[in-house]
């Protein structure tokens, strides 16, 4: 569902408007009736009061409901997305609840404080995450590197080419999706995470130019497992 209203085009985001939250805990309600919701994953949440909304209808679904949060701050372009009430909202009640954090690398150290990605993802998984996913597509090089960090284990790398030297228009959107989507499916966090790796790969090779900014992916290609 819509948490937030934008202004933007594919080379930027000049303006964001949140819903009302009243009309988020409507349609929570009024979905959570009606179909079986087997993962839940967040993007750009708008405001503190939409955060609480989507946290207390998480505390009346089970445990074991994947919560998959991207953080998002800013737009690829570089426009704000969230202010500093709604990242100490995100912080102290949806990523204590979150089964994977997504940031990309620039939101991975604001977040945890720490230039160094390794260390701000430890300062993350203290709020509570079961685990972070560090997200290499705004570094350089010719490989994109993914980093899985966790409290019991050591970091898990996927590393897999760069399509061009282009920014794309939502990419991080796409992986946490197909992310939750898989373990809806009832896959593993790295199986999930291997297979939406490769499926957004897929929607880059095949990627849209529909404006004069950012090339968008081709969300429309068939899944391959």
């Known amino acids: 569902m819509v948490t937030c209203l934008t202004v933007q085009d594919t080379r930027n985001v000049y303006g964001a408007t949140a819903v009302d939250p009243e009309l988020i805990r409507q349609q929570l309600e009024c979905l ?29 679904q089970p445990d074991t409901l994947p919560l998959i949060v991207d953080p998002v701050i800013k737009a690829a372009g570089g426009g704000d997305l969230a202010d500093e009430e709604l990242l100490h909202a995100m912080k102290t009640r949806l990523f204590p609840r979150a089964e994977m954090l997504t940031p990309n690398g620039e939101e991975l150290v604001q977040l945890g404080g ?11 998984l203290k709020t509570g995450c079961r685990s972070v996913l560090g997200t290499g597509g705004h570094g350089t090089g010719p490989r994109i590197i993914n980093t899985l960090y966790t409290p019991s284990q050591p970091p898990t790398h996927w590393e897999i080419e760069r399509i061009g030297h282009n920014e ?14 898989g ?43």
Not at 40 to 56: F, H, L, P, Q
Not at 168 to 181: D, E, N, S
Request: aromatic share 4%; hydrophobic share 45%.
């Open 168 to 181: 794309y228009h939502g990419t991080g959107c796409t992986l946490a999706a197909a992310i939750a989507a």
């Open 114 to 124: 720490n230039n160094d990605e390794a260390e701000a993802a430890k300062v993350l």
């Open 32 to 60: 959570s009736k009606d179909i079986a919701i087997d993962a839940v994953k967040t993007g750009a949440m708008g405001n503190a009061a939409i955060v609480e909304v989507v946290r207390e209808f998480l505390d009346r």
């Open 183 to 225: 373990m809806a499916s009832g896959l593993s966090a790295r199986t999930a995470i291997a297979q939406a790796q490769n499926y957004v790969h897929r929607t880059l090779v095949e990627a849209l130019c529909v404006g004069q900014g950012q090339k968008v992916p081709d969300r429309g290609i068939l899944w391959e497992r």
